[in-house]
């Protein structure tokens, strides 16, 4: 007892303390009760094994990395069909300035022809400029998108000069038609942010990025699999404007927030080096695996088989999934998976 309670007490004696001192017998049993309940496991991570029928078969190459990653997050998306409600209230943010930028890069590569002209720069920033007025972003975020647009677009086109001769044509926008995937019943459809046309029938396949995400490690080792698999739909003649080509280049192009552009291959890294198509046809074969596994009514969506960041709960159907409950409960399987 609180040394106030003590002296009280002691000055007031009688029925009334012994009164209080049920009353508070009462609030300690309440108490003690709390620890007498029964042990309750925690929520098992979800796993739903859906019937086969109602699987999705047609997948885009931007929906293979999330089937490897979250394939709760498809189950919730393609077969629950529910869907993340914006915001009320919400300022552009990373997404919308890099749709910006890629629609303003598509127009160039559509419009100019020829990155060597004199005025390419300038009709860069025309063409910009148009765009972002037409997308009325608040005054505080044009003040601060356009300035890194507008240092970024002699770069641009400077790594336009600079990329290698011979590029017989370049397709913007490019898209796959939905493709057979083997045996496995499903197709695999896309679209390429720029495939230009090189000599002998090959073809270089670019993916501007505004972030850093997917990283260069991530790319080559298939984690994040969108341009080797655009590479392998390439080979299958799947882009229509280009017809069936050998892909001689898989890149991501960066724009950087300082301006600079780099193109960076994704077919080396850690000393390793792969030719564009063996890692498309690589990609393909790990591709077909992947689905035939889906294809299994006893395969289950996996909550979080192989997250992007530990400890990161902010997917869109991580709440669904109930993601903060079962994983306090030390499920250690977090990083194993069970897809191949």
């Known amino acids: 007892a609180s040394r106030w309670l003590q002296r009280l007490l002691a000055a007031a004696d009688g029925p009334e303390a012994a009164a209080m001192k049920r009353r508070g017998s009462d609030i300690l049993a309440w108490a003690r009760d709390l620890d007498s309940l029964p042990t309750e496991d925690y929520v098992q991570r979800p796993r739903p094994t859906p019937p086969v029928d109602v699987r999705p078969r047609d997948f885009s190459v931007t929906e293979i990395e999330t089937l490897r990653r979250d ?30 930028f890629h629609d303003i890069i598509h127009e160039f590569s559509t419009v100019v022809s020829d990155p060597a002209a004199e005025d390419a720069t300038g009709r860069l920033l025309e063409i910009a400029r148009r765009q972002f007025d037409a997308l009325a972003l608040p005054p505080d975020i044009d003040a601060v998108w356009w300035p890194r647009f507008a240092r970024m677009a002699g770069k641009f086109v400077a790594w336009e000069r600079a990329r290698p001769a011979g590029t017989l044509r370049r397709i913007a926008e490019a898209r796959a038609q939905a493709t057979p995937v083997g045996a496995t019943g499903a197709t695999l459809s896309g679209r390429a942010d720029r495939i230009d046309l090189r000599p002998a029938g090959m073809a270089d396949i670019l993916d501007f990025k505004t972030g850093a995400s997917p990283s260069k490690a991530q790319a080559h080792t298939l984690l994040s699999p969108q341009l080797a698999l655009e590479g392998a739909l390439l080979m299958r003649g799947a882009f229509a404007e280009a017809g069936a080509c050998a892909p001689s280049e898989l890149a991501h192009v960066r724009m950087k927030a300082n301006g600079d552009v780099v193109e960076e291959s994704i077919l080396e890294y850690d000393r390793q080096v792969k030719s564009a198509v063996e890692l498309s046809t690589e990609a393909w074969a790990r591709l077909e695996r992947l689905l035939a596994h889906y294809g ?45």
């Open 71 to 100: 394939p709760y997050a498809v189950y919730a998306k393609r077969i629950l069909d529910l869907h993340p409600l914006d915001p009320l209230l919400r300022d552009p943010g990373a997404a919308e300035r890099g749709s910006l």
């Open 296 to 340: 299994s009514e006893t395969t289950g969506y996996l909550s979080r088989a192989l997250p992007f960041r530990e400890g990161d709960v902010g997917g869109d159907y991580d709440h669904l999934a109930r993601v903060l409950e079962w994983s306090a409960g030390g499920d250690g399987d977090e990083a194993g998976g069970d897809g191949p």
